[in-house]
Each structure stands twice: as C-alpha cells, then as structure tokens.
C-alpha cells in the first residue's frame, strides 16, 4: 500500500502498484480539464502508448516527448514545453504527469511549478533512481554553468510507481539507481544495509526491489520532512555526494551514471569517516559490493585527485575554503564535517594509493 509524505504545503501519496499504468485513470479522483503528459524518447516508445490509453476514455489527454538524456533539463526543452502548455490550452485545472526517470521529473516538475504559476503534477517514476528524485520536491533544469542552477521546491499531488516498467532498465541504471539506495541504507539502517550488500543487483526479485524503494523513500522523506529547504539535516543525504559531483563534472556528465558516481564517493566517505572520526564501517563488504556489481571504480584513474580536490572546493557545499563533507559515525548516523582544502587532498592522496 501507499506511503504518506507530509510537505509543506501538502501531503501526498506514493502508490506502488505493478502494472498501474494500465489503469491510471482509477487513480484520478479530480476532474481536471485536461491531462498533459511529459516524457521522453525512450520511456514513451516503451510505455506511452499504455497510459494514453488508460486516460483518453475519461480525459482530454495531450502529449510531449523530448529527447532522452540529461542534455534535456535545458531551457530550450522548457521553452518547448511551455509552448506546448499553452497551444494545448492547459489551465489552472489541469494536470501534468512525468513519466520517465528523474530528467524527466525534474524537468516537467519545473515546467509544472511555473506554468500559470504553478499546476498540479504528478511523477510516475520509471528508474530506480528517481525514488530519490520523485520526492522531496526539488525540480529543476541545468544552465551551461552548472546542474540544477534553475529551479524550485515543488512538490508533487502524487508519486505513482509501476515497479513492472523496471524491467527495461540497463545494466548501469540499475546500478545507478542502486547507488542511492546503498546511501539511503547507509544513513539509516545497518541491517538493510548488510542484506543489500550480501546481493547482487542483476539477481532481485521484482517484489526486492520494490521494497527496496520503499524503504529508501522512507528515509528521503522522514529527513525531507523535517528541514524540506535544506538548512540542516538535508544536507545528509549529500553522503558521497561531494566527490560524485566532481568526477562527473569532471569526466563529463554521461560518462558515468549519477548513481555509479555516488556509490564510489561512497567508499571515499567510509573511508574518511575511519580516518577522521574512527568509525567502525563495513568498507570490506562494501568494495565487495561495488566489486560484483560491476561499479566503474576505474573512472578515478582519469582525474587526478588534484582536480577532484579543486572542483570540491567550487561546489556550492563550500564555505570559507572549508568543504562540508558527510561522514558516518556509525552506519545510521550521519554527520556534516567541516574539512580543509588541504587535508581533505592528503585523505584522497591515501584513498588513490590504496583503492584506485
Ligand atoms: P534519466 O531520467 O535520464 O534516465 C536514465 C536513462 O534511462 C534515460 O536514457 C531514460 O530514457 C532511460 N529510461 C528511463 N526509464 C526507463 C525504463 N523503464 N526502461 C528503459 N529505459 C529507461 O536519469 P535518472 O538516473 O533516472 O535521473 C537522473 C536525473 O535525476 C538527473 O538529472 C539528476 O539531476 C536528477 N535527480 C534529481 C533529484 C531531485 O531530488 N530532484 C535527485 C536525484 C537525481
Ligand atoms: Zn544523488
């Protein structure tokens, strides 16, 4: 059954329900005057066709689909879409859903929160990842200088998960999406945790995944719920976030999946939590994990930790030359620690002779 997340401004629903995209239609309790749904290339040859269907009986139904990959959070696809609100006659009643993996929601949550000010939107999360991106209520478009520079809190009426559309996802999404499972483990629960590391990823059943997802967006929401603009706890769920944003910026986005980047800042975090704080980690396990599943560890052999250590310090998470970094002081307990330019070279300096 659904889980409840208190926002803000309003609660909402996130249904999981293999196949839902064949009745969508018994989902929808509102008459909204007309429904537009937004998806991409990919996702829509996949899965459109199926939820049009399931709508045009009952409502007037329009359609946009732009181009798959990240190169579409951009202002010309939001021109796109807006053009495509307003020729489609869209009003304040109406209704935008996001069908695909989180470019897509976080792309037509952006368009949803602007358009006439705001209309309700609804995710239909098609990867594993956008458990993460599908709440919590961050939307956004990238700008050339940098990801996510555009954007706002918004909130969805309701996340709609069928988990079935999971079984086209390739190799590398499933450990991307993984990769911020793994995290949500991390910050929350030692013996998911142990039972996620003890599998391997290519071999869950429908019914472990979908609890998986479950759980990790439990926890996004239990901390989203409580500091939702990212003062304080938020902040958490930046656990190997620091160093993914780098190697990705710094390989080029695409290169490697969000996700595979997050599970290899991951082991660095685990490993400056033992050097700094003395945490007791499962660091074995967990190269163990990345090791079976085929996470691209060999990407750090192609940026220096010069670069890594320079591009940290332009992340947004720096303040006074100090970088913010998440650390574990034991699987569950997250913590922000402040680290100097310097020292945090001489930690990625050891991690590159022991690990890369
Ligand atoms: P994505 O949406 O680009 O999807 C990855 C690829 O998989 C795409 O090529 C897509 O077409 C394809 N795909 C999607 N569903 C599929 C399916 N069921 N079967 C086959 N192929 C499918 O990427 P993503 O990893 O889902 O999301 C990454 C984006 O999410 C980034 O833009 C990132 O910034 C954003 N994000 C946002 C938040 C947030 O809180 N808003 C959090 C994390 C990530
Ligand atoms: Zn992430």
Not at 107 to 127: C, D, I, K, N
Not at 129 to 147: E, M
Not at 183 to 196: G, N, P, R, T, Y
Not at 205 to 226: F, M, Y
Request: glycine fraction near 8%; aromatic fraction near 8%; proline fraction near 3%.
């Amino acid at each position: 059954d659904a889980l409840l997340i208190q926002a803000s401004n309003h609660d909402y629903e996130v249904v999981f329900e293999a196949g839902v995209r064949h009745r969508l239609s018994e989902h929808i309790k509102k008459a909204y005057t007309s429904i537009h749904i937004i998806s991409d290339e990919q996702v829509a040859g996949l899965y459109l066709s199926s939820i049009v269907k399931s709508l045009e009986a009952d409502h007037q139904v329009h359609t946009s689909i732009v181009p798959a990959g990240e190169a579409s959070k951009s202002m010309e696809q939001y021109q796109y879409l807006l053009d495509r609100c307003v020729e489609s006659k869209m009003d304040r009643n109406s209704l935008i859903i996001a069908l695909g993996g989180g470019m897509i929601g976080d792309l037509a949550g952006f368009v949803a929160s602007t358009y006439l000010r705001g209309v309700e939107f609804w995710q239909m999360p098609t990867t594993i990842l956008a458990h993460d991106s599908s709440v919590g209520g961050k939307v956004a478009i990238n700008h050339p200088a940098g990801k996510n520079l555009i954007g706002s809190f918004y909130n969805p009426a309701k996340v709609v998960y069928d988990i079935e559309t999971l079984a086209t996802l390739p190799d590398h999404e499933l450990r991307s999406g993984y990769g911020e499972v793994v995290k949500h483990a991390m910050l929350s629960d030692k013996e998911w945790l142990f039972d996620l590391l003890n599998s391997r990823i290519d071999t869950l059943t429908k019914d472990h995944i979908s609890n998986d997802l479950r759980k990790g967006i439990r926890v996004k929401a239990d901390i989203v719920e409580q500091d939702e603009r990212e003062h304080g706890i938020r902040k958490h769920l930046n656990l190997g976030h620091t160093l993914a944003h780098a190697l990705e910026a710094e390989l080029g986005y695409g290169t490697v999946t969000h996700g595979e980047a997050v599970a290899v800042g991951i082991l660095f975090a685990m490993q400056l939590s033992k050097d700094i704080l003395h945490s007791d980690l499962p660091v074995d396990d967990y190269v163990n994990w990345l090791g079976k599943n085929h996470y691209p560890m060999k990407v750090l052999k192609e940026v220096s930790p010069e670069v890594l250590v320079k591009r940290m310090k332009w992340d947004k998470k720096a303040v006074d030359g100090k970088i913010h970094y998440i650390l574990l002081e034991q699987i569950g307990t997250p913590i922000l620690h402040q680290i100097s330019d310097k020292e945090l070279h001489r930690h990625l300096n050891r991690f590159y002779s022991e690990v890369v």
